[in-house]
């Protein structure tokens, strides 16, 4: 959110005005609240923070993206993944980047992070900023463009990221457990993301990321067999559909590359995700039970129909996970890794 600048500044000379005309000790008081809400308008986030002392920032960013995709056709699923775990577990303040020490385990190294990888693209993409624009932009701010580009540079939409995050000092392991599982049914993803002020259409809407990425057998196989005591493999899915990803998941598995796409064109970004969970080919069962409760069947529906419709939202969301702030504390990192 950014407000104007110019009622602020008119409100601003009124107050000088009139503290001209008051006592000397009561003009501290004042001096302190007038620092402090220039301190608070100054930390909102906006699409031209880095207008004047980062100019080439996105260029730089987009071109470190773009040669690492090309390398690696997995980084955009990567970098996209690695953009909603930070943000859901400190808010966006990039201690998804922090590396582990003798002392503390950090969150890249916590379960659901172990997949992520990709992080030296964020790296590289720091360098090169650092050398442009010494200690000015945030780790947090390049997560956030760069998810922004992945989605773009594979065809989906393109937005204005709004900037002006600080990383955060802390990353812990432990955390991670409090990130959405693939096992999760309706009810604990909606609990899991109203907890960070996200709606059912947010939910719904940021599950549609998916259409990018592959996911290893270990996330999904209980699906497979042994689902229930009425069920060997989850009906909700496609009977073909378990019966190919019990091929490619077998037990024991020895391959553990082995794994399925999370959709049939897993390398666009397009509505394809939500047709596939209409079809019941839904690869986690958090995917499929969008299609199985009335609060998020009829948003699936509707984007499968209308992939603009899926665009426009996807857009709404992101700003809005964008959006959930780290500590108020935080820095700008000179190496992403760690903190000053």
């Known amino acids: 959110m950014r407000f104007s600048s110019k009622p602020h500044f008119q409100n601003t000379k009124i107050l000088i005005y009139h503290m001209a005309l008051l006592p000397a000790e009561n003009i501290f008081p004042i001096i302190f609240l007038l620092l402090t809400t220039f301190s608070v308008s100054?930390?909102?986030?906006?699409?031209?923070?880095?207008?004047q002392t980062c100019p080439q920032l996105e260029?730089?960013?987009?071109?470190?993206?773009?040669?690492?995709?090309?390398?690696?056709?997995?980084?955009?699923?990567?970098?996209?993944?690695m953009f909603f775990h930070d943000c859901f577990i400190r808010g966006c303040d990039a201690s998804i980047l922090m590396d582990s020490t003798a002392n503390n385990q950090a969150e890249k190294?916590?379960?659901?992070?172990?997949?992520?990888?990709?992080?030296?693209?964020?790296?590289?993409?720091?360098?090169?900023?650092?050398?442009?624009?010494?200690?000015?932009?945030?780790?947090?701010?390049i997560i956030a463009i760069?998810?922004?580009?992945?989605?773009?540079?594979?065809?989906?939409?393109?937005?204005?990221?709004?900037?002006?995050?600080?990383?955060?000092?802390?990353?812990?392991?432990?955390?991670?457990?409090?990130l959405p599982a693939p096992t999760f049914n309706v009810s604990q993803l909606i609990q899991s993301f109203a907890k960070r002020g996200l709606t059912v259409k947010d939910l719904a809407t940021l599950s549609g990321g998916h259409t990018l990425g592959f996911s290893h057998c270990s996330s999904f196989e209980a699906r497979l067999r042994n689902f229930?005591?009425?069920?060997?493999?989850?009906?909700?899915?496609?009977?073909e559909f378990a019966l190919d990803l019990r091929k490619k998941c077998p037990k024991p598995n020895h391959n553990h590359n082995a794994g399925q796409f999370l959709d049939s064109t897993a390398s666009v970004f397009d509505n394809d995700y939500y047709k596939q969970l209409l079809a019941g080919k839904g690869v986690f069962f958090s995917d499929q039970s969008l299609v199985g409760d009335h609060r998020t069947k009829w948003f699936v529906e509707a984007f499968a129909k209308d992939q603009g419709l899926f665009f426009k939202e996807f857009t709404a969301s992101m700003l809005k996970l964008g959006n959930l702030r780290g500590s108020r504390n935080g820095e700008v990192r000179v190496n992403c890794r760690m903190a000053n």
């Open 228 to 239: 229930s005591s009425l069920h060997d493999t989850d009906p909700s899915m496609n009977a």
């Open 59 to 81: 260029k730089l960013i987009s071109e470190t993206v773009l040669k690492a995709s090309k390398h690696d056709p997995k980084v955009p699923a990567r970098v996209l993944r």
């Open 42 to 51: 100054k930390a909102e986030l906006h699409a031209h923070y880095y207008d």
């Open 109 to 141: 190294d916590g379960p659901p992070n172990i997949s992520v990888r990709s992080f030296y693209v964020i790296d590289e993409a720091k360098a090169k900023i650092e050398s442009a624009c010494p200690r000015t932009v945030s780790c947090a701010d």
């Open 146 to 178: 760069s998810a922004r580009d992945v989605v773009a540079m594979s065809g989906g939409p393109y937005w204005n990221v709004l900037k002006g995050r600080k990383d955060g000092r802390v990353s812990k392991a432990s955390d991670t457990i409090n």
